[in-house]
């Protein structure tokens, strides 16, 4: 047991952040913070198939199971510590690298549970260990967006439990396991629901582009890699073939670049956008073939690199020039290029350009979808393609980097660190482009796909190229402005307020005139309650007492008159007395 | 030495505007000489059906978009401190 738990390399991840306030002060916290991830990365292709089973108060956990979903998931996530964590490196204070390092702990945890219970726990590791993301940025706006955050994240923890339960009672059996669609019940669907939650599957999205741009420069480039991704891996564990997934995920995909089109804050749009992205994923999912698993998972995997990048970059400039705003930023180019490179290389990737990661995995989904004559899920999916060129492919680095009006800044180019981070993950988005088998020979069932055929390049160079036309027709009436958008929310923001109202104004108000009828009715009720028992006490119980008092005082008075003191009148009563009882004895 | 480049590049908005409509011509004769037999529906046998696509699609959504959220959505920025 004790070697399986030095297995598990989420142990690495929670000794390296408990040891790094050490590293810290010992000076070596910049190789400490390279070593560890490095570690794990290099640790997750030695593990066996199963570790770590547990029997705990009657329950049979499993810390450990290792197959090929997993394993895909693992790679990427470790990768992604890695890069994140260097890209990193210039933050001095422990506590932002403590928080993101416990967190990629609560998702590796989830990814390697084999049991319901093992997942809850690490799922509640990963949304506690991030919201400290949020609040390192120590603004107003981002210590409240982290209350929000956690919030929602309780309350989806705690439905996802309450499925746990009912899941148990049912079969008293907490192995996660695939659910077939026939035989989901409320236990099943309270369990997907907590999962969607994280998936940001909307209605219930809206924590995360709430959260996200509040959070920390690094904070924001860990926390869109690992939440939405372990829900989509715990989905596509779970709950592969659930036609619902399908359809949300297909709409997700919509939802997310509607937002990401009229969003004015850079990391707002790549929030909303991730909420498109993992739709795709949520929808490869909800098909349900081989091919569209396949097609999420490599999808998670390329997405989170070429996300985690534009994080980077726009999380370069934000730290470089203390903007994120579209429209206070423009003509950049001339002083962060490198930034800007690594921006583009991002934004075509996810754009799915040819040679980049995101023609080798979006399109895998969206053929999926065509296999299965799912026509306007393709076209949804496909449509959702032209919206993301739109906003993140083009406006985004445009108007960033390039636009219509210099801001006037003049910012340094960023740290070296950061651009090793970028480097790192723009030459994997181009990597995986290129040489797409590497991702495909980790992918959990054989690959029958080939993106690089004519048909699917004509595709792409037409959307491609006439997206780019519209844009530039467009772009005058895509100007940002600086504006906040209403989402779902709104119910919980108002609801909040009009909760505070209600307590202030009519609760408050009722509680304030129950004191006063109180003070002036209820009192002087009490007072004469008071005054009656008083009376009653005196004139009542006292008198009966004094009564009863008196009445032995003046039978003892008149006992008292038959005593006479003499002794021979005491001594003859008592022979008559026995005379008389002899008598009537005798006589009876 | 890039950055002198996309300088020079800025300054010139007619070379750009004709290396696009050049991209958008190299896609239509692509485009003609590609075998159709995979398309998974019908739009994929039709000749430019994606280029149609991805231009009305992208003129719908920025009107779309941009004008529900000037409609509705739009709101301060303290909307929620108010």
């Known amino acids: 047991m004790t070697s399986s738990i030095f297995m598990h390399p989420a142990t690495m ?27 794990a990365f290099i640790q997750i292709h030695y593990l066996p198939e199963s570790f770590g089973r547990v029997e705990w108060l009657g329950f049979d956990l499993q810390f450990g199971r290792v197959d090929q979903l997993t394993i895909v998931f693992l790679h990427v996530f470790t990768l992604m510590a890695l890069i994140g964590s260097i890209f990193g490196l210039h933050v001095k204070e422990s506590g932002q690298h403590i928080s993101a390092w416990l967190y990629v702990a609560g998702s590796l945890g989830t990814t390697l549970a084999g049991d319901y219970l093992t997942v809850f726990i690490f799922w509640e590791l990963m949304a506690f260990a991030s919201v400290f993301l949020v609040w390192y940025r120590r603004r107003t706006k981002s210590i409240e967006a982290g209350f929000r955050y956690i919030l929602v994240h309780t309350t989806g923890g705690l439905i996802l439990l309450g499925g746990i339960f009912l899941h148990y009672q049912n079969g008293h059996d907490l192995s996660f396991v695939a659910i077939s669609p026939d035989t989901a019940t409320l236990a099943q669907y309270f369990i997907m629901v907590g999962f969607m939650l994280n998936a940001a599957v909307p209605p219930i999205h809206a924590w995360l582009p709430d959260a996200y741009p509040e959070a920390t420069v690094i904070g924001a480039v860990f926390m869109c890699a690992f939440t939405t991704k372990t829900a989509v891996y715990v989905l596509a564990r779970g709950f592969a073939g659930f036609e619902a997934l399908m359809i949300l995920g297909a709409i997700m995909t919509l939802y997310g670049v509607f937002y990401a089109v009229i969003e004015n804050d850079a990391r707002r749009i790549l929030a909303y956008h991730i909420v498109s992205q993992v739709g795709y994923m949520v929808c490869g999912i909800g098909i349900g073939t081989e091919m569209a698993i396949n097609g999420a998972a490599s999808h998670a995997y390329a997405h989170i690199l070429y996300k985690a990048l534009l994080f980077m970059g726009v999380g370069s400039v934000l730290e470089m020039t203390g903007r994120s705003k579209l429209s206070e930023l423009g003509g950049l180019y001339k002083y962060m290029p490198f930034t800007m490179i690594c921006t583009i290389i991002g934004g075509i990737a996810i754009s799915g350009f040819p040679l980049t990661s995101g023609f080798i995995s979006k399109s895998m989904i969206i053929a999926a979808a065509g296999e299965e004559h799912q026509i306007i899920i393709m076209l949804m999916l496909a449509l959702a393609a032209v919206g993301t060129f739109l906003s993140v492919g083009i406006k985004l680095p445009y108007f960033i980097f390039f636009g219509p009006n210099d801001c006037g800044l003049k910012p340094k180019e960023a740290y070296w660190n950061m651009k090793v981070g970028m480097v790192m993950a723009s030459f994997m988005c181009i990597f995986l482009g290129v040489f797409p088998d590497y991702l495909y020979n980790m992918l959990p069932y054989a690959v029958h796909w080939h993106p690089y055929t004519a048909h699917h390049l004509a595709e792409t160079f037409y959307l491609l190229g006439f997206t780019g036309f519209a844009f530039y027709l467009m772009s005058k009436y895509l100007r ?45 009720f009490t007072m004469a309650a008071a005054k009656a028992l008083s009376w009653f006490d005196w004139e009542g119980i006292d008198w009966a007492l004094d009564g009863s008092a008196r009445g032995v005082v003046k039978g003892g008075d008149q006992v008292r008159q038959f005593q006479t003191g003499k002794l021979q009148h005491y001594i003859g009563a008592a022979v008559a007395l026995l005379f008389i009882v002899l008598i009537v004895v005798v006589l009876i | 030495m890039i950055v002198n480049f996309l300088t020079y590049l800025r300054e010139r908005p007619v070379f750009l505007k004709w290396f696009l409509v050049s991209i958008l011509a190299f896609s239509v004769v692509y485009d003609l000489f590609v075998d159709r037999q995979h398309a998974e529906f019908w739009g994929g046998h039709l000749v430019g059906f994606w280029a149609v696509f991805g231009f ?26 108010k």
């Open chain 1, 480 to 524: 940002p402005h600086d504006v906040s958008n209403l989402d779902v929310d709104w119910f919980y923001r108002r609801g909040a307020g009009w909760f505070m109202w209600l307590a202030r104004h009519p609760v408050s108000a009722t509680n304030e005139w129950v004191s006063n009828v109180y003070r002036n009715v209820g009192l002087r």
């Open chain 2, 56 to 81: 009305v699609g992208c003129l719908a959504m920025i009107v779309f978009c941009k004008g529900l959220s000037h409609v509705w959505l739009e709101k301060d920025k303290d909307y929620y401190d």
């Open chain 1, 13 to 39: 991840f929670i000794i390296g952040a408990l040891l790094l306030p050490l590293a810290n002060k010992l000076k070596i916290q910049k190789i400490w913070l390279v070593l560890i991830p490095l570690i």
